[in-house]
């Protein structure tokens, strides 16, 4: 989707516009912090002359957002009459752990 990039239009004197496409409409934030909402054809408007070679001190790249990965947590419910018991006649095994088998650990 187009609210997944950033373009970025780059001044030869390194001062830097970011276009972001919101909800509706873009936004433009200026290289002072200033914010100003366009519309899609006055972002195109922006585009242009420096995709024509008109402006040839522009120049135009487009980035992905960074998305932080919102973690899932699982809330699981433990419920004692599911839990694995040894049933009359069973015999437990016991086993070694994971990190007494890595690293060669005996238990006492």
Not at 6 to 11: A, E, F, R
Not at 56 to 62: D, F, K
Not at 86 to 98: I, L
Request: aromatic share 4%; glycine share 6%.
């Amino acid at each position: 989707m187009n609210t997944d990039y950033v373009i970025q239009i780059k001044t030869k004197h390194g001062r830097t516009s970011s276009y972001v496409k919101e909800e509706n409409d873009w936004t433009q934030t200026a290289p002072n912090g200033i914010v100003r909402q366009l519309s899609a054809e006055q972002l195109l408007s922006h585009l242009l002359p420096p995709f024509a070679g008109d402006q040839p001190g522009l120049s135009v790249s487009v980035e992905r957002k960074r998305h932080t990965k919102k973690r899932r947590t699982l809330n699981r419910r433990i419920d004692s009459s599911t839990e694995s018991r040894p049933t009359e006649g069973s015999k437990r095994v016991d086993r070694p752990s994971v990190a007494a088998a890595t690293f060669g650990v005996t238990s006492c």
